[in-house]
């Protein structure tokens, strides 16, 4: 199995990239999102998938294990593949997904090529608990503000899931509790009243 490749990209299609590694061309199926970022002649290194049939071996490739790890959770879906799990993705970043799974946002699923309204509910429904902590609202992604200083954006809402963790609820219900405190109080409330709101939403 292939686990990861790191080569110059020779061409890229629609949908896929040819990634040359060693004068070994690889054609490697991708993300709208992903192939928006790439252009031939660039090095880049990507996490893949590989999907072994009978009549042939198909490559998905991402720009990160979490990335990849959300291609396959979505595969859990009744109704999802490959190819409607990468226009998830192709739509809406892994940061992106969590946080519109944790509020129930079905609407963003929908945005996605091939995912209809009912598809889009399963999709948040199913994957309601499997959230990953500290991805909702990309808390763990540090960016660059204005004047060159990097911020961590929510550092509220982070410290807020870390403080409900530590008091003995799962990462998922954690972020899912403060997902809902945000969209109450707002994105500027501060730690203690997300957790408290939190707090008030977990003993529901």
């Known amino acids: 199995m292939i686990g990861k490749l790191t080569g110059k990209v020779d061409a890229i299609g629609e949908s896929f990239l040819i990634i040359d590694v060693g004068g070994v061309g690889y054609e490697v199926q991708a993300s709208a999102r992903a ?13 893949i998938d590989t999907h072994v049939r009978e009549d042939a071996i198909r490559l998905f490739g991402f720009q990160s294990e979490h990335e990849r790890s959300w291609f396959r959770t979505l595969q859990t879906i009744q109704g999802v593949g490959a190819k409607v799990a990468l226009g998830v993705l192709g739509v809406l970043s892994p940061q992106d997904l969590a946080t519109a799974i944790a509020l129930g946002n079905w609407a963003a699923v929908e945005e996605a090529p091939g995912v209809g309204k009912k ?32 911020v961590i954006p929510q550092h509220a809402a982070a410290e807020a899931i870390s403080a409900l963790t530590n008091l003995g609820y799962n990462p998922a219900q954690a972020s899912s509790a403060v ?8 994105a500027d409330a501060a730690t203690a009243q997300l957790i408290k709101r939190g707090l008030r939403e977990l003993a529901r």
């Open 35 to 47: 192939l928006r970022n790439l252009k031939p002649g660039d090095v880049a290194s990507l996490t």
């Open 119 to 150: 598809l889009a509910q399963r999709i948040v429904a199913e994957l309601k608990d499997k959230a990953p902590p500290l991805s909702v609202a990309g808390l763990d992604v540090p960016t660059a503000a204005a004047g060159g200083k990097v």
């Open 179 to 186: 997902a809902a405190a945000m969209k109450e109080l707002g």
